[in-house]
C-alpha cells in the first residue's frame, strides 16, 4: 500500500465568524457551539472517522485559539493538522493555504457547522472506483448552499441559490435539481486552475470543475442538519422540536460513544 493510500484526509473548515448566530458566535467560533453538550466539531470528527477518515486538516481563522485548544484536549492532535489561515480570509484562499498538505489524491471538503449521519465511506469508495473527480453531496430540495443541475446522471452544473422551480421549467422530464449539502469529495486534479483569489469559491470554481472533470452527484439516506442560525440550534437541543433532528442526533451521539474511534 502507498503512502497515499494509507490516508483519507478531510478538509474542515472552521474559519467563518457565523454571523447570522449573533450573540452566541461572539463568544465561541461556529465550529465549537455546542449540541447535545457536545461540540459541533466533536460529532463531525468522531462521525468521519468511523467513515475511515483518519488525516485531517482544519484551516482556522475568526476565535482559532478555541478551537487549538478544543482539538488537544479532546483528540490530542490524532493526525489533526491545524493552520491560521486569517479571521477575514476567503474560502478559496483558506483551501489554497492548505491544499499541499492533502495527503489523498481523493479527499473531503466540508463546512464546520453541521451535523451528519450517513454511509459516507461507501461515497467516498464510489467516487475512487469510479475515477470521479468530484463527487456532490445532497440532500432533498431545501437549503441555502446552492444546487447541482443533472441531466440523465450528468452533472451539467453548480449554482449558487439556484432554485428547484426554475430547473424544473428547462426540462421537467430529464433535468433534476439536486441540493448541495457544502460536502464534497474531490480529487487533487480539480485544484490544477489557480483560485486563491476567487471571491466565491463555489459559484466559480465549481462550474469550471463541472465543464471540464468527470463529477457525479450522491444522495444518500441518513441525515444532515446545519448549524446556520439559532433556530438550526434549538431545533437540534430541544426535545420539544416538532423536527426529528433532536431524536436523530441524539441516537448518534449514542452510536458515536458505543464505538471506538
Not at 465568524?17 to 452566541?24: F, P, S, V, Y
Not at 461556529?30 to 462521525?47: A, G, P, S
Not at 461507501?122 to 468530484?134: F, G, P, R, S
Not at 463555489?202 to 469550471?208: A, G, Q, S, T
Request: hydrophobic residues 35%; proline residues 2%.
Amino acid at each position: 500500500m502507498s503512502e497515499k493510500q494509507k490516508f483519507r484526509t478531510a478538509i474542515i473548515l472552521c474559519g467563518g465568524k457565523g454571523t447570522r448566530l449573533g450573540a452566541l458566535s461572539k463568544k465561541i467560533p461556529k465550529t465549537l457551539i455546542k449540541i447535545h453538550n457536545e461540540r459541533i466539531l466533536w460529532f463531525i470528527i468522531k462521525i468521519l472517522k468511523k467513515n475511515k477518515f483518519n488525516h485531517f486538516i482544519l484551516p482556522i481563522g475568526y476565535k482559532g485559539k478555541q478551537i487549538k485548544k478544543f482539538i488537544k484536549r479532546t483528540f490530542n492532535n490524532e493526525n489533526i493538522q491545524i493552520f491560521n489561515t486569517g479571521s477575514n480570509t476567503s474560502i478559496s484562499s483558506r483551501i489554497h493555504k492548505v491544499k499541499k498538505y492533502i495527503k489523498s489524491d481523493d479527499f473531503l471538503l466540508l463546512n464546520g457547522d453541521a451535523i451528519f449521519n450517513f454511509n459516507l465511506d461507501k461515497i467516498y469508495k464510489n467516487h475512487v472506483k469510479n475515477k470521479t473527480k468530484m463527487t456532490f453531496i445532497s440532500f432533498g430540495f431545501m437549503a441555502i448552499f446552492g444546487t447541482v443541475g443533472v441531466r440523465k446522471g450528468k452533472v451539467l452544473d453548480f449554482r449558487r441559490n439556484f432554485t428547484f422551480d426554475f430547473v424544473k421549467t428547462k426540462d421537467k422530464k430529464s433535468l433534476k435539481a439536486y441540493v448541495y449539502s457544502g460536502m464534497s469529495i474531490m480529487n487533487k486534479i480539480t485544484f490544477s486552475k489557480n483560485f486563491k483569489n476567487y471571491d466565491n469559491f463555489e459559484k466559480k470554481l465549481y462550474p469550471w470543475i463541472i465543464e471540464n472533470f468527470k463529477c457525479n452527484v450522491e444522495t444518500p439516506s441518513g441525515f444532515f442538519h446545519a448549524i446556520d442560525n439559532m433556530k438550526d440550534v434549538s431545533v437540534a437541543n430541544s426535545p420539544y422540536s416538532e423536527d426529528s433532528k433532536y431524536l436523530q442526533i441524539k441516537r448518534l451521539k449514542k452510536l458515536i460513544n458505543s464505538t471506538k474511534n
